[in-house]
């Protein structure tokens, strides 16, 4: 609220006041259809792999990502032939 308001001096549109028995069951399945696109979000990437990298090209990268490493797997078994480097920062050393 701003500062010198409470929710008693402000007034709120009507709509904002209606009750909406069926708001729970919307959060809910908006939560549980993010959830599945989360879990399915490292297979969604790594089908992409082969599209991104071409044999014989060399990748840069900086720091260790759970995500970038399973996506260079996903292109390595599919017979793409590459190289990485794995860039390291001062002063945590994040490459390794």
């Known amino acids: 609220f701003p500062a010198g308001c409470d929710a008693g001096s402000i007034n709120f549109p009507p709509h904002y006041y209606q009750r909406r028995d069926d708001l729970r069951q919307s959060v809910m ?3 549980q259809e993010m959830m599945s696109e989360l879990e399915d979000l490292h ?3 790594n089908e992409q792999a082969t599209q991104h990298i071409h044999a014989g090209e060399i990748i840069l ?3 260790l990502s759970k995500t970038v490493g399973l996506f260079l797997k996903a292109a390595a078994a599919k017979k793409r032939k590459f190289q990485v480097i794995v860039c390291e920062g001062a002063p945590h050393f994040g490459g390794h």
Request: aromatic share 12%; no cysteine.
């Open 43 to 45: 297979k969604n990437i």
């Open 61 to 63: 990268t900086y720091a």
């Open 29 to 31: 399945e908006a939560i």
